[in-house]
């Protein structure tokens, strides 16, 4: 399973995400202002909920408890796999030995288990998918080794002031979904260097470490784009098994 990124810095396109003006809106659970006392002044859609039941008959759940999250999605889009990217490397050379015994001490003080974690669909026919899902801890956004750069790397960056500033940009619809989670859909968001624009949905999970969420269906099957947002309409939290009492 491919889960190339490109090759424009991790750096550099994390600074294009934030500063990046975005443009557009609409979404499939998104309920739009019906008057303009409840818009703000840049245009950027109010916070609301879904209510209208949706049929997901076909449709399967998937749960992941390591990173506190499920949603359902299309039976023929075929497995969800997991793929890691392991940061906290005991890399010397790379890191400098004061730097490594920086990073093990806050993993063991922490419990962070600094680690990056993506979600990827693969339909069986025809073959095709790649990455959806993005997530990782705080030192593992801090502590990684360098390679290209992609849209799921601003994870890492994703809390409540980062959900504040993006829903007050214009063009970010910011809204509710059916499970009551608070979603940030983003478009004209960098893939990557020399790559398309995407649309992206930022997500603040209650997990204490993987809370972060960044999904995007650009790296999917054409076809899958239409329901995307439903499969996004229904993800929730779930406790992961070292948060459970």
């Known amino acids: 399973m491919s889960t190339q990124r490109g090759f424009i810095g991790i750096g550099v396109l994390l600074i294009i995400l934030l500063g990046i003006v975005v443009l557009g809106g609409g979404a499939y659970f998104f309920v739009q202002p019906q008057s303009s006392q409840t818009a703000s002044k840049n245009n950027t859609a109010t916070t609301t ?8 008959t076909g449709w399967r759940l998937y749960e992941n408890r390591e990173i506190g999250v499920a949603f359902e999605y299309p039976e023929s889009w075929g497995e969800v796999s997991v793929s890691r990217e392991k940061g906290c490397q005991v890399d010397y050379y790379y890191f400098g030995t004061s ?20 979600l990827l669909l693969f339909s069986p026919s025809p073959r095709s998918g790649d990455i959806f899902l993005d997530t990782m801890t705080p030192l593992a ?22 959900m504040a500033k993006v829903c007050a940009q214009a063009g970010t619809v910011c809204a509710k979904n059916s499970r009551g989670i608070q979603v940030a859909k983003v ?6 260097e020399d790559g398309p624009m995407v649309t992206v949905y930022y997500i603040k999970s209650t997990h204490p470490f993987y809370y972060g969420l960044a999904l995007s269906a650009s790296r999917l099957n054409p076809a899958w784009e239409a329901d995307f947002e439903r499969v996004v309409d229904t993800l929730h939290f779930v406790s992961s098994p070292s948060t459970t009492p």
Not at 99 to 118: A, I
Not at 151 to 160: H, R
Not at 187 to 192: D, E, I, L, R, T
């Open 49 to 56: 909920t879904q209510t209208t039941p949706v049929s997901t």
């Open 141 to 162: 956004n801090e502590y990684h080794l360098g390679r290209g750069g992609y849209w799921g790397d601003v994870s890492g960056l994703i809390n409540d002031v980062f």
């Open 187 to 192: 478009p004209n968001q960098p893939s990557g």
């Open 99 to 118: 730097t490594v015994k920086k990073f093990l001490s806050e993993m063991q003080r922490t419990g962070d288990p600094c680690d990056h974690v993506m």
